[in-house]
Each structure stands twice: as structure tokens, then as C-alpha cells.
């Protein structure tokens, strides 16, 4: 989708996807983190139990599934300059979730066990309610982080393209431009204006931080 999004922008302009595209991304970003942070932790201290040692894999898959993932989502976050972590994407980040939980009790119900042997081994509900709580919150602190990180990006995407305004301001542009503007007087509080506008860009920056 995003990147039928950017073909959309770069040959129209605009594209309808932008707004469904941002909206999954941001809600996926939190998932991806509780996919890797889970499978790993759980993997090292059960000795792979998370589902089931004993199947042979490739070597690429749990890489593949359970890392990758994560760094796809921050790359798509770090070079996207559309991604918003909106209300709707945390509305469907909680759609995700509860959709997830609702698959985990379905197969106990229907087959009598989780699809995995750690949630089979654990108490139920006590031992399943606590791994499902770690769950939970590493999806909550994995959404607020990726908010904060893009609102931090997106001041200093900001503050480059005035920096590259206000340089190519200041390196002069023809006369010609100049006059269009009607006059010295219009240029100069265009300047001023740009100046003034990195001046708060940073402040804002650093009073964040």
C-alpha cells in the first residue's frame, strides 16, 4: 500500500491511499514490537517453547517473521513523512488486538489448545492473563514510542526544508524574482518570515527534549 501510495503521489500529485496506508502502518508499528519482543524473550528463557522447538525451520524464517518486521516498521517510519499516529490508527491498533485475542480463544475452543505450546503450558486464566498483560503493555509503550519519535521527525524534516528555504533565500535569487515579489520591502519579510519560522521550529525542538 505505501508504495502505491507514493506511485499515486508522484504521478498524480495526490493519492487516495495516503489517509488507509498511514492509518495501517502506525497501527502495525506497535504490533511488530510485541511479535519480536515476545517471541525473543519468551525463546531465550524457554528454550524455543514459543512454538515448538522441536520443528525444523530455516534458519531465514524466525528472522525473517520476527525481526525483520520491527525494522521494516521503523524504516517505513523514519522515511515516511506521512505517518501521523492519528486516533483512527490507535482505534485500530485496539481492533487489531482484540481481533488477535479473540483468534487465540477461538482455536482453544475449537481444538482445545492455543496454537502455541507457551500459552498450553502456562495456568489458565492466571498464567495466560499474565503473558497476555506483558503483551499488552509492550504494544501500549511500543504505539506512545512511535508517536513520540514521529512527531520528533517530523520538526526535523520541518526544520531542513526551512533551513534549505532560508539558504536558498539567502544565496540570491535573480532580480527579476526579486521584482516580481514587488520590491526589496516583500522579499525582505519573506526572509524574515522563514528566519523567524526555524527560529520556533527549534524551540519547539528543544523544549520536547
Excluded at 498511514?22 to 512454538?51: N, P, R, W
Excluded at 525483520?68 to 492519528?86: E, G, K, V
Excluded at 502455541?116 to 499474565?130: E, R
Excluded at 526555524?198 to 519547539?204: F, I
Amino acid at each position: 500500500m505505501a508504495t502505491v501510495d507514493d506511485l499515486q503521489r508522484a504521478w498524480h500529485g495526490k493519492s487516495r491511499w495516503t489517509k488507509p496506508t498511514d492509518d495501517l502502518a502506525c497501527a502495525i508499528f506497535a504490533f511488530t514490537h510485541v511479535v519480536s519482543i515476545m517471541f525473543y524473550t519468551i525463546q531465550g528463557t524457554t528454550k524455543m517453547a514459543v512454538e515448538g522447538g522441536h520443528v525444523q525451520r530455516p534458519p531465514w524464517l524466525d528472522v525473517s517473521v520476527h525481526a525483520f518486521n520491527t525494522l521494516t516498521a521503523w524504516a517505513d517510519l523514519i522515511t515516511s513523512d506521512r505517518r501521523t499516529f492519528s486516533r483512527t490508527s490507535e482505534r485500530l491498533s485496539s481492533v487489531l488486538v482484540v481481533v488477535y485475542l479473540s483468534y487465540l480463544m477461538l482455536c482453544r475452543h475449537m481444538n482445545g489448545r492455543f496454537p502455541y505450546p507457551i500459552l498450553n503450558a502456562l495456568s489458565y486464566p492466571w498464567g495466560f492473563s499474565a503473558l497476555i498483560l506483558a503483551g499488552l503493555c509492550i504494544f501500549v509503550l511500543a504505539f506512545r514510542a512511535g508517536k513520540v519519535m514521529n512527531r520528533r521527525l517530523r520538526h526535523i524534516n520541518l526544520s531542513i526544508r526551512i533551513t534549505e528555504r532560508v539558504e536558498h533565500v539567502s544565496s540570491g535569487s535573480s532580480d527579476s524574482e526579486c521584482e516580481a515579489d514587488s520590491g526589496s520591502g516583500v522579499w525582505r519579510r519573506r526572509r524574515q518570515y522563514l528566519q523567524l519560522g526555524l527560529t520556533r521550529s527549534r524551540r519547539s525542538v528543544a523544549a520536547k527534549q
